[in-house]
T-cell receptor
């Protein structure tokens, strides 16, 4: 699987936007970029995914660089409930029931 | 919103004993997964399951582990003879297809403590 690199931690204030970066310089043309998050004492939770175009859903937006070597997860207005570890994961090793490869992710701290 | 449910939430077992962790995936999903997370470490993939057989497994998933879908709703992970190092959170997940653009939906896990 192609590797992703994320900052270990980030801090933001409540009700402000948060931009979580991810580098994936070895991404292949068929890899999807997925984001999951893990709130304290819970299982991972799907956030969003994309291939080439920017994506929006009710939870977040995903901005994908034109060369696809990096992406940014955008939380438009962070709440205390968004404090979690955020994982950027590539999927595209040929399909089938592949497991997700989690890294250490970014620990997002939200200050009230 | 449908969700993956796991039981029990916490399981305490003596070393060497067998343990079965249970999961009820989302009802129309076809692909099922187990992951584990040792305290303070990354989430690690164990196994995926489709059409009543294992699709993929990691190096962690050795002969001590087995999975089963005993009926139309449950998906189980069995550890035959538990070791201290099996202590971890175990997460079940499901997806409606194995395609790379489909999300996996996780349960909240079973905390397994081996004494």
């Amino acid at each position: 699987d192609a590797k992703t690199t994320q900052p270990n931690s980030m801090e933001s204030n409540e009700e402000e936007p948060v931009h979580l970066p991810c580098n994936h310089s070895t991404i292949s043309g068929t890899d999807y970029i997925h984001w999951y998050r893990q709130l304290p004492s819970q299982g991972p939770e799907y956030v969003i995914h994309g291939l080439t175009s920017n994506v929006n859903n009710r939870m977040a937006s995903l901005a994908i660089a034109e060369d696809r070597k990096s992406s940014t997860l955008i939380l438009h207005r962070a709440t205390l409930r968004d404090a979690a570890v955020y994982y950027c994961i590539l999927r595209g090793s040929g399909g089938g029931a592949d497991g997700l490869t989690f890294g250490k992710g970014t620990h997002l701290i939200i200050q009230p | 919103e449908p969700e993956v449910t796991q039981t029990p939430s916490h399981q305490v077992t003596q070393m060497g004993q067998e343990v079965i962790l249970r999961c009820v995936p989302i009802s129309n999903h076809l692909y099922f997964y187990w992951y584990r997370q040792i305290l303070g470490q990354k989430v690690e993939f164990l196994v995926s399951f489709y059409n009543n057989e294992i699709s993929e497994k990691s190096e962690i998933f050795d002969d001590q582990f087995s999975v089963e879908r005993p009926d139309g709703s449950n998906f189980t992970l069995k550890i035959r003879s538990t070791k201290l190092e099996d202590s971890a959170m175990y997460f079940c997940a499901s997806s409606d297809s194995g395609l790379d653009n489909q999300p996996q939906h996780f349960g909240d896990g079973t905390r397994l403590s081996i004494l």
